[in-house]
């Protein structure tokens, strides 16, 4: 059974500073997805990864992924408030699509 | 991009009662769909896979008797809450993709009271 586990579960940070949320799931797969949630609201994409080694960039945040380790990272560079909200990743369980397992989230609130 | 929508946003229900969420895809078509169940502060849980044209696969744990799917076209899955009860309130949201190798567009989310 998959099992996806997110680190931490709860950040504080500072505006300006940087800090890095990890994702480990528990079975073989190429494809992990990161999500943004705000209060009350649905899931916004951030990033997709379909390949081991994949690295993806967006404004403030940096997504990869170690297929091998089973680990993929979310770092965040220079912190601003508009960045509080909570992250998800999620892992395809069958690693053709769309069937997702999410890992716990992250709420992460950016302090000025 | 690809688009999802649901309705209703929001609904309240006297407990004992059914309720249907529609969830449908804008601009693409949706051989599958997927219906998520999210409780306050915590993650999203799968409850099934709704399927265009064929039964709905649920979730270990998910009452299939209960929580009714059907997918009658390529841009509509409905989930009915049958004989709702309080501990059925909850954020219940649907995702579509536009193929095998694609990723998931999440519809904007139904939050059911049962009262």
């Known amino acids: 059974e998959l099992k996806v586990e997110q680190n931490p579960l709860f950040l504080s940070m500072q505006e300006g500073k940087n800090y890095t949320i990890y994702c480990n799931y528990s079975t073989t797969s190429d494809r992990l997805y990161w999500y943004r949630q705000d209060p009350g609201k649905s899931l916004e994409s951030l990033f997709v990864l379909l390949s081991n080694g994949a690295v993806k960039q967006e404004g403030r945040l940096m997504a990869s992924l170690d297929t091998k380790a089973r680990l993929s990272t979310l770092h965040i560079t220079a912190a601003v408030h508009d960045l509080s909200a909570t992250y998800f990743c999620?892992?395809?369980?069958?690693?053709?699509?769309?069937?997702?397992?999410f890992g716990p989230g992250t709420r992460l609130s950016v302090l000025p | 991009g690809a688009v999802v929508s649901q309705h209703p946003s929001w609904v309240i229900c006297k407990s004992g009662t059914s309720v249907k969420i529609e969830c449908r895809s804008l601009?693409?078509?949706?051989?599958?769909m997927f219906w998520y169940r999210q409780f306050p502060k915590q993650s999203l849980m799968l409850m099934a896979t709704s399927n265009e044209g064929s039964k709905a696969t649920y979730e270990q744990g998910v009452e299939k008797d209960k929580f009714l799917i059907n997918h009658a076209s390529l841009t509509l899955s409905t989930l009915t809450v049958t004989s709702a009860h309080p501990e059925d309130s909850s954020f219940y949201i649907c995702?579509?993709?536009?193929?095998?190798?694609?990723?998931?567009?999440f519809g904007p989310g139904t939050r059911l009271t049962v009262t």
């Open positions: 999620a892992v395809d369980r069958y690693n053709y699509g769309q069937n997702f397992v």
């Open positions: 995702s579509a993709g536009q193929g095998l190798v694609s990723e998931q567009y």
């Open positions: 601009d693409f078509q949706a051989t599958t």
